[in-house]
């Protein structure tokens, strides 16, 4: 057994405490090394943020190919298509209607769903119809699988069908021109859609209004729903078949219509209304349709010689209690369907 005198054991003592100060020392100097300045920072990022090359750089980027542009050969036919631009018509319907009237120039190609068999569909008939239409103006046709169609149709149903083409121009009109009627003859009925920016419910109104015979259809051209495809499903091909009209200024139109003799009627719940009837047959009328949950904007209520609503009428098998608080306004498109058939209907009478 080895035994340490007092002296050795204070050398001893005296070289671990040594020890263990500059080791305290060392340990407090990395405490206190300043965080470098911004500059360095920045520097110190930049000069160290790409990978290095050679041993132990397992992220190393190796990929140097350039990022392909939109006009690269590379890009695929679908790719290119859908960064063309046009508008992509979906549905048997309107793609009938827009080879039909070829408002749309220049209608560039009509896809089809490849594997299909359209001979056993009940519409089998205006397919081939379609095709043929297609063949005759030379336009030319390809068949995609399902997915491509999905895509181009922003996974919507397409029925098997899809044609590329140039979007819908709109026509600018700044006023509605004097009718110069006589009070025996029955006045024209214009719909003016005020900010309506669903595409639903701005398809729902444009096929109403074809199919009740409204004289035209006049829209903001901002802060509207543009006339794409969806728009054109929603309305069963009839904005293929119509003329849209843009004002840039939907207050102004309507008081410049105003001073040539219309009556313009707009649909509110929160304002006095008037009696549809009572408007004489005579009298041209652009009703006025305003946006989803805020309904007409305050310029244009200023300018309105009238208000319009629907009278709610609660079913009994609701609860009345829930239903009256609850249920307390209609959806545009089927507000706007109701007025100009009540419009259309006292004029008829």
């Not at 035994?3 to 050795?8: D, E, I, S, V």
């Not at 990022?45 to 350039?66: F, L, Q, V």
């Not at 200023?302 to 959806?331: E, K, M, Y």
Request: net charge positive; proline share 5%; aromatic share 6%.
């Amino acid at each position: 057994m080895c035994l340490l005198c007092n002296c050795n054991k204070l050398s001893f003592l005296n070289a671990t405490n040594r020890i263990f100060l500059e080791r305290l020392k060392f340990s407090n100097l990395a405490k206190k090394a300043r965080t470098p300045s911004v500059p360095c920072r920045r520097w110190h990022a930049k000069t160290n943020s790409a990978p290095r090359a050679g041993k132990g750089a397992i992220w190393e980027h190796k990929d140097k190919s350039p990022i392909l542009s939109e006009t690269d050969s590379t890009l695929s036919s679908l790719q290119k298509a859908m960064k063309s631009g046009d508008d992509f018509i979906y549905g048997v319907t309107p793609v009938y209607a827009a080879l039909t009237v070829k408002t749309r120039n220049p209608i560039r190609c009509l896809y089809l769903q490849e594997n299909a068999d359209f001979s056993k569909r009940k519409d089998a008939a205006l397919l081939q119809k379609i095709v043929q239409l297609a063949e005759e103006a030379n336009i030319p046709s390809k068949t995609l699988n399902k997915g491509d169609l999905n895509n181009l149709s922003g996974q919507r149903p397409h029925q098997g069908i899809i044609l590329q083409a140039a979007p819908l121009q709109l026509e600018y009109i700044e006023q509605l021109p004097s009718t110069g009627l006589s009070p025996d003859e029955a006045a024209p009925i214009w719909l003016a859609l005020d900010e309506v920016m669903d595409p639903q419910n701005l398809g729902s109104l444009l096929r109403t209004a074809c199919f009740l015979g409204i004289t035209g259809v006049a829209i903001c051209d901002k802060n509207s729903a543009p006339l794409t495809g969806t728009v054109s499903k929603a309305s069963a091909g009839a904005m293929e078949l119509m003329t849209i009209h843009a004002v840039r200024n939907m207050s102004r139109f309507l008081q410049n219509s105003q001073r040539q003799g219309w009556y313009i009627l707009g649909a509110s719940m929160e304002k006095e209304t008037v009696n549809i009837e009572n408007i004489h047959p005579s009298v041209p009328v652009v009703l006025v349709l305003g946006s989803e949950g805020f309904g007409l904007r305050t310029n244009v209520q200023n300018v309105c010689n009238g208000f319009v609503a629907i009278q709610q009428r609660i079913s009994t098998s609701c609860n009345n209690n829930v239903a009256l608080s609850l249920i307390d306004s209609l959806n545009v498109g089927v507000a706007g369907g109701i007025l100009m058939e009540q419009l259309r209907a006292s004029r008829d009478n």
